[in-house]
């Protein structure tokens, strides 16, 4: 079980700084961002680049992408508001 958890944060941690890196590149070059919807649509992608990644549940993956919709989310919110709390990490 410990073994499996540990590679369930692993995976999330990964997956997660992907997906954030994507976020921003996209946000950089186009002022667009993916939704939730289309992170989560990349995963099967992701696992057959990235075999060790279907050694995971895949809903902590989807979990993990809906962690960083809501940060990012978060974040330009508190931006607009005028609140400068950092750009997710």
């Known amino acids: 079980q410990k073994e499996i958890i540990e590679k369930s944060f692993g995976c999330s941690r990964f997956v997660y ?3 954030l890196a ?4 996209s946000y950089e070059k186009e002022g667009k961002s993916h939704s939730k919807y289309d992170l989560i649509k990349k995963l099967p992608s992701f696992k057959k680049e990235y075999e060790w990644l279907k050694e995971v549940d895949s809903t902590s993956l989807q979990a993990t992408i809906d962690d960083l919709d809501s940060a990012y989310k978060n974040f330009f919110r508190e931006f607009k508001k005028g609140n400068n709390q950092g750009f997710p990490k």
């Open 22 to 25: 994507l976020q921003k590149e």
């Open 17 to 19: 700084n992907h997906m």
